[in-house]
């Protein structure tokens, strides 16, 4: 069959262009559930190009759930892509949410004694690009009319939320709009805003990863819902495990688990999608790295899988810094509502000049290109990290896929976690222990290691104090 892809040779990235091709005849429903697509020579031939592109490009549509590989039957489409219905009658939610929107229109950041900072979650704070923010920044306040210097879109600033849907659209494969994306205070406002509203909607249980950030669970808790933990593997979040819980609602980080650092496997993107339209769940996808893949590009997001389903949250906390407080999420209608009007009840939005700011920088391209090279810098350090851990401490192992801010180290069966982090803290190492952050199960013992705050030489330092700190018996 004739797919009708058109390919710009001229921009490069050809099997990004072939993905994105096909992705979007799945969602229009020109290529339906369980239809055959050509061979990878087939296609090849059809579009003149190497038989490489194609494969790259079905090999990323297999890792993101949209495609199913078999021997012997070839590719198709995965049987949980739906193309868009007609949109239904407004239901109770609905209605509750416009009447709501319409009534509302009118710990410790640097301990003492601490050398070699390599707690998870922080970013390099040195790279945040000073000159540039400020001379976009300038740009802004020259050219913004005076109107806007009003209150702002309880949402989010026009501007922002159509650069945003775009960019999402462009870079995790979201299905967004500008009506569906609410501009937030970073991704914990997400997680203080979202559970509140799914408690009125009658939702009691949230799903959470077990381990997960262990900041996280107070903040959850605080909204009123209760909280369940469901086990971790080496494909992600176990989904047989979940559907046996009386959970409507989950907390999931497909592209990076953390702090485990694994992805979400084909197979189980697929089994979460369909318990979702099964049990009709609420998927909360925190997208906190996603950007950060190295070893390839990174799989796409859930929610362009099932957007009716799924609130992709996301912000530039880790991108740029978490000073900003500028996060976003890509909602489902009634929830973008929801989320809009919980903005204008109790904050009045985001700073309307930091969001003409960073709208610019994604106009323009400085905000891919700050990204570009913040993945070159992040990736050699996890590459210097894991070198000397390898040279250091052969017998520990790194878990998940490369990827992220953050390495999740299994120490050898029987170690003192705890133990570990206070030897390490009292050597000037600051690291984390996992066992705070597990819900119920337990695990091994492990350590979450931040690597992008430090140069490789200084990484390579740290890890000489780790391995002190794991075998304090051996001679220094």
């Known amino acids: 069959m004739d797919l009708h892809l058109t390919l710009d040779r001229s921009a490069g990235r050809l099997a990004a262009q072939v993905a994105d091709g096909l992705r979007d005849l799945m969602r229009r429903g020109a290529l339906v559930p369980g239809h055959r697509l050509p061979s990878t020579r087939d296609l090849a031939g059809d579009l003149k190009v190497s038989r490489g592109v194609i494969v790259t490009a079905y090999e990323q549509l297999v890792a993101e759930g949209f495609l199913v590989s078999r021997q012997g039957d070839g590719t198709r489409v995965a049987r949980t892509v739906t193309p868009p219905r007609p949109a239904a009658p407004a239901g109770a939610a ?16 640097d301990p003492p ?22 001379a976009t920044m300038r740009e802004v306040l020259r050219d913004l009319p005076y109107a806007e210097l009003n209150y702002p879109d309880p949402a989010g600033t026009r501007r922002l939320r159509t650069e945003l849907a775009a960019y999402l659209a462009r870079v995790r494969a979201a299905v967004a709009t500008p009506e569906t994306v609410v501009v937030t205070a970073g991704v914990a406002h997400v997680l203080a805003t979202v559970p509140r509203i799914l408690r009125e909607e009658g939702h009691r249980l949230l799903a959470v990863e077990d381990p997960l950030a262990h900041q996280q669970l107070p903040m959850l808790r605080a909204t009123g819902v209760r909280t369940v933990g469901i086990p971790v593997d080496e494909e992600g979040i176990d989904v047989a495990a979940l559907a046996r819980t009386r959970a409507r609602a989950l907390l999931v ?14 197979r189980r993107r697929a089994a979460l999608v369909e318990w979702a339209r099964a049990v009709d769940a609420v998927i909360i996808e925190d997208d906190y790295d996603g950007e950060f893949r190295y070893d390839r590009d990174p799989v796409g997001c859930l929610q362009g899988l099932a957007p009716e389903r799924v609130v992709l949250a996301g912000s530039v906390s880790k991108a740029l810094s978490p000073a900003l407080r500028l996060g976003w999420v890509a909602a489902p209608p009634w929830l ?49 990290f894991a070198t000397a851990l390898a040279r250091r401490l ?24 705890a133990g570990v982090v206070a030897r390490a803290a009292a050597l000037g190492v600051a690291v984390q222990g996992v066992a705070p952050m597990r819900v119920r199960h337990p695990g091994p013992p492990a350590i979450v290691v931040g690597y992008a705050r430090l140069p490789e030489h200084r990484l390579a330092e740290a890890v000489d104090l780790l391995a002190r700190a794991l075998s304090p018996d051996r001679p220094k």
């Open 394 to 417: 052969p017998q520990v192992r790194v878990h998940g896929v490369s990827a992220g801010l953050h390495a999740y180290v299994e120490l050898p069966a029987g170690t003192d976690e």
């Open 253 to 266: 980080t497909p592209a990076h688990q953390f702090p485990t650092g694994v992805v979400l496997s084909p």
């Open 113 to 134: 004694g601490i050398a070699y900072d390599l707690r998870p979650g922080k970013p390099d704070l040195t790279s945040f690009p000073r000159e540039r923010w400020a």
């Open 94 to 109: 609905h209605r509750r949410a416009v009447r709501l929107a319409a009534a509302t229109e009118a710990a410790p950041i």
């Open 336 to 384: 973008a509502v929801r989320m809009r009007a919980a903005r204008a009840l109790y904050d009045l939005g985001s700073s309307a000049l930091d969001q003409q700011v960073l709208a610019r920088l994604i106009a323009t391209g400085g905000y891919d290109r700050h990204l570009r090279g913040m993945r070159r810098r992040y990736r050699d350090r996890r590459d210097a």
